[in-house]
């Protein structure tokens, strides 16, 4: 039973590597100017080290900790419980009329059955709607290598990673099956309240920001400011120092090791150059690997995964 039919709730619940902190720092700096549109960015579930998103509702929930083990820790049932009642309440006592919560972590492991029945019930008490970004995968699993090597932890060379890449700790492993997770929702809550965006659409005609205003019901754009790109990537040479770092197993990997690589080292590490076909050959298989998912994405959701074939 919907409690406020004329509360639009929306959950941009990811996935990750797609412009997710980004709109995440444009929503919190935004919040004055939202509000004149009607919109709300939710303050409850905001918190911790990263109060510009809902990570700590995430968490809380046990599906954002993100531990170097096999199995998340158990969610805070009762944090949840009182975090969810202060959103409700926060909901029902604002005049604006859209409310936004946002967490890539919302998609990070599947919840336990208590918190589950939890969060979905509070979504089928507004008019929600829960919003996935997506991305092909050969390209999403790319920059989840580049992410993993930034902050220390990878030490595979890109064709390594890419042949399996659930090597990594489960802080940063996901297979790249995007449409599991998106299902998961839609059984619960019903696929007419799921939507799936296309984050290679918006890369190409640079609208990552302004699509995703437009998504949540802002018409004029243009009074928004512009916030920086977030978690943008190092040059090939220091991300490839550092998954050497890692493969030396030097103490501290995340600092790499020191002085410029020979670009035949990058060259193998990341599929440049003269590996450059090597790097074509694993995007056809990931293509191939994905086409069924992503057929079924398509007659679902409506969104067709393109890789491109522009030269890499």
Known sequence: MIRSPEKRLIVHAGFSKTGTT??????????????????????????????????????????????????????????????LSDLSEEIEQSPCSTFIISS?????????????????????SFNSTVLFCVRNQFDWLCSWYTQAAKNGNMGLWLDEFLSDPMQLPNSERFDGNFLRKIDCFSRCIGSDRVKVLDFDKHARDNSLVSGFLREIGIRDVAAYRQVPHANVSPGGDEIARKVVGRRLGIEKPVEGIAGRLDQSIIDRALLLGSHALRRKELKDSIRTRYAAINGAMKEKYGLEISFSEDED
């Open 22 to 83: 980004t709109l995440q720092m444009l929503l919190a700096a935004s919040v004055d100017q939202l509000q004149t549109d009607g919109v709300c960015y939710l303050s409850g579930g905001r918190g911790g080290s990263t109060p510009h998103n809902h990570h700590f509702l995430a968490t809380a929930l046990g599906n954002g900790a993100r531990p170097y083990q096999d199995d998340p820790p158990p969610p805070d049932v009762a944090l949840s419980r009182k975090l």
């Open 104 to 124: 890539e972590l919302l998609t990070n492991f599947k919840l336990c059955r208590e918190t589950e029945d939890m969060f979905f019930e509070f979504l089928l």
